[in-house]
């Protein structure tokens, strides 16, 4: 019953959208527009109607439903809690739900929150979002429906993957979603802008929020996925340059670029055009993004589906929206007039830079991750990895740091180099005493991590140069969330070189009572012994890590589960202030001769490359709040005047 | 600079920095990207060694050899027709083991030995590394010639 009524809520909810988007077009048509205000309700209904269908299935998981298909294939009556409540959304349809849930959910904010922009193109961007939301409620009703039901009804459920059954996995997923929503809201007002000829200051302060709320999530959504696939998977790494983690950092990326963009066409009314094309390429990322995770087209954890039928319906969907919205783009560009001229060296140059070299480390990953697609296609085996991807876009990465050093500090319109000549002269001091020092102690590190540490340490003092000179009670709040951003990249870029210029490793067999040695501390295996989990059976290493004296007790685990059949390792991490040690048992090999497999890492600063991604989301978050309280002070005061 | 000239000064340098972008990802691609191979191919192809590459097959029954470090192992890997000697010191992939499907990154060595610096073992049956699933699995595990003596 509880199925049928969600599925019931979807159709009414699409039948919404539609309404939507039809009476969008006839504001387009006639220039009144009978039906626009049908808009803003329908924007509420369908928020409101999605939420319904999400709960609806997230309660059929919760008392184990195994009547309905996606339950029984998802889902056991052992499983604990928590993870029965992520299941909801730990699969190819639940996931699905999400997505347009929160695209709804979204647009009756917007529909209800948003007072700034023209009415007009307020309704052609909620007619936009309709359009957008029906495309997905399709794909959700005829290749995807999460209600489907199962006659007979299994006794138990096939169980979630074992990899997936964890408190990372509760978070990740829907955090990334917000963020792919997030982009998709900024693709809709610039597509209703580009379509009333609003594109300006307005429109961009409008839009601003979304972005910078989609770029926070997507920050610690990848940040998150990155620490989960450090200690899940036991292999010791945080980056693989899998295709999966291509698809959210490609996203990311253009998001970064737009909300630097985005900015320029707030306050100086510049960048018009380039911030629209950004925009749309942003959401033609997350796009791709799904497209990539959810068609099957790849193997990985992360795909559900190997379901050609719903990777074409993806394809068709991602390529219908997108090309569109850059024919709309070529048509209508012309009437977007040319924003407000500036010099190349100006606070605008400084952020063209920015958006050139996140573009080009966008288009080389980009390139990299569908060449092996589309080399397949062509009958050629082939496989990109992280070779390939450090290689292309390292350098640029170098770039785009120097381009920070200087970038913040310029004035907007025009500045001149001479007036910075102190911060230029130290900055290339820090770089050039740093890289001396590191080189002098470590001359066997590679370029790139000794590059890495030097700019980090240059940007961690560059970051905070925008507030020199700064009364700081009075500094608008946004001007704090971008230094604690950038000092975050500063940070986050000093972990990454640290651990990739200086980790070192072990890879031993142990019998019980012998012991291994790894960056000065030494690891004893004192016993190992069989645990019992929920769903899970594993051995356990009971080992002592010792330095200097100070012993701390580790217990790596090998995790074998039933359902379905599949190993894990539990890596055991000791997290120290200057970094961790990572240490990883196996099964016992099969000739049994009393030794265990063991693996000890020492990643110098490695937990910096995570806290860093929190530093930046939370400039991120002090920014957006900062322009919400700004606000609502500023249209206090305008009530006021007024009265 | 005049207003209209900044706007087509902006285009050129989008399109410069994507034509920049294709070539440089041209060029890492030419050095980076790793072939697949069986050990059929392999042969034919006639692979440089040190040139990262891919190699997948079944792992020959009575193949795995382990050595004295307890870290470090070599086996066999086979196809239909060849095979090719693996060596890989690591923590092996659950379910790795004889008459696995597997694909190993890495490279030959001079002495025509695969080194492998990662392996990825086939889990279950819904489970298969892309490079095998058009691969008949069964008949290499069927020729006698794998079979334990």
Redesign the interface.
């Known amino acids: 019953m509880i199925a049928e009524a969600g599925l019931a809520a979807i159709w009414l909810a699409a039948s919404m959208a539609l309404l939507q988007f039809i009476a969008g077009l006839t504001l387009l048509r006639d220039g009144a527009g009978q039906l626009v205000p049908l808009i803003k309700p329908a924007a509420y209904m369908q928020g409101a109607l999605c939420t319904f269908a999400f709960f609806a299935l997230m309660w059929l998981f919760y008392i184990s439903d195994l009547s309905v298909l996606l339950v029984a294939n998802n889902s056991h009556i052992d499983k604990p809690l928590i993870f029965k409540l992520a299941g909801t959304w730990g699969n190819h349809e639940g996931s699905m739900l999400l997505w347009v849930t929160i695209l709804s959910v979204s647009g009756a904010a917007i529909a209800f929150l948003e007072k700034r922009i023209e009415v007009k193109t307020l309704s052609a961007t909620l007619a936009v979002q309709g359009f957008l939301a029906l495309g997905f409620f399709a794909f959700l009703l005829f290749s995807s429906n999460p209600f489907e039901r199962m006659v007979p009804a299994p006794i138990e459920g096939a169980g979630l993957n074992p990899l997936l059954q964890d408190v990372g996995l509760a978070f990740h997923p829907p955090t990334l979603y917000f963020g792919y929503v997030g982009l998709s809201i900024a693709f809709s007002f610039a597509v209703g802008a580009l379509l009333t000829n609003q594109v300006g200051p307005a429109f961009a302060r409008a839009m601003r929020p979304w972005v910078l709320g989609a770029w926070i999530f997507l920050t610690i959504g990848i940040a998150a996925g990155s620490y989960w696939a450090y200690y899940e998977l036991g292999w010791g790494g945080w980056w693989f340059w899998d295709p999966v983690e291509n698809a959210s950092l490609m996203p990311w990326l253009a998001a970064t670029a737009l909300l630097h963009s985005v900015s320029v066409l707030a306050t100086r009314n510049a ?1 018009r ?2 911030t629209i094309m950004l925009a749309l390429v942003a959401f033609a990322m997350s796009m791709a993004g799904t497209f990539l995770v959810r068609s099957g087209i ?2 990985s954890v992360h795909a559900f589906a190997v379901d050609p039928e719903r990777g074409s319906f993806i394809l068709a969907l991602m390529l219908m929206y997108t090309g569109l919205a850059f024919v709309i783009f070529a048509l209508r560009i012309g009437t977007v007039k ?1 924003g407000e ?3 190349l060296l100006s606070r605008e140059g400084g952020i ?1 830079a920015n958006n ?1 070299f996140l ?2 480390i966008l ?2 990953i980009l ?2 991750t569908l ?2 697609i589309a080399a397949e296609a062509l009958g ?6 992280p ?2 991807f450090n ?2 876009t390292v350098p ?1 990465a170098v770039l785009l740091m120097l381009a920070l050093l200087v970038g913040p500090l310029l004035r907007w319109r025009r500045d001149d180099l001479g007036r910075l000549k102190y911060w230029l002269i130290g900055a290339a001091a820090i770089l050039l005493l740093s890289c001396l020092a590191i080189w002098k102690f470590a001359p066997q590190i590679g370029i790139f991590p000794l590059l890495g540490i030097a700019l980090s340490l240059a940007l961690a003092v560059a970051a905070w140069m925008p507030l020199r000179g700064r009364k700081l009670l009075r500094t608008p709040i946004p001007v704090f969330g971008m230094v604690i951003a950038h000092f975050g990249l500063a940070v986050s870029v000093f972990g990454m070189a640290a651990e990739s210029g200086f980790s070192s490793e072990t ?3 142990l019998a019980p009572g012998e012991s291994a040695k790894v960056a000065g501390w030494e690891v004893k295996l004192n016993d190992v012994n069989p645990v019992v989990g929920d769903n899970w059976v594993a051995v356990e290493g009971e080992m002592i890590a010792a330095k200097n004296g100070n012993e701390f007790p580790l217990h790596p685990q090998s995790r074998q589960f039933f359902k ?5 390792s539990e890596a055991a991490l000791l997290t120290r202030w200057n970094g961790q040690l990572y240490v ?1 048992i ?2 016992p ?3 049994g ?1 009393g ?1 265990w ?1 063991v ?1 000890l890492w020492w990643k110098p600063f490695v937990t910096f490359i995570w806290g860093g991604a929190i530093l930046i989301a939370l400039g991120g978050a002090i920014a957006l709040l900062g322009r919400m309280v700004r606000r609502t002070k500023n249209s206090a005061i305008n009530k006021w005047q007024t009265e | 600079m005049k207003p209209k000239h900044q706007r087509l000064l902006l285009a050129v340098i989008a399109v410069a920095a994507l034509v920049g972008a294709g070539l440089i990802a041209a060029s890492a691609l030419r050095e980076e990207a790793s072939y697949f191979y069986t050990p059929t191919t392999l042969v034919a192809a006639n692979v440089e060694p040190g040139k990262a590459i891919r190699l997948g097959g079944m792992v020959q029954k009575g193949s795995i050899v382990r050595g004295g470090d307890g870290v470090s192992i070599t086996f066999t890997v086979r196809d239909q027709r060849r095979s090719q000697k693996v060596a890989y010191r690591g923590i092996t992939p659950d379910l790795f083991g004889e008459g696995s499907g597997v694909v190993a990154d890495g490279r030959l060595g001079p002495d025509r030995v695969f080194v492998a610096d990662s392996l990825l073992a086939k889990h279950d049956e819904n489970y298969v590394p892309r490079e095998l699933a058009d691969i008949d699995m069964s008949a290499a595990a069927k020729t006698k010639d794998t079979l334990v003596p």
């Open positions: 960048l055009a380039w790849l193997t040319q001229p500036f010099q063209v050139i573009s080009v288009a080389v390139i990299g060449y092996p050629d085996k082939i496989s990109v990895g070779p390939y290689k292309a640029i890879l031993t067999a379905p059949p599949m190993q894990t990883v196996a099964q090999d099969q000739e001769d030794r497999q693996r």
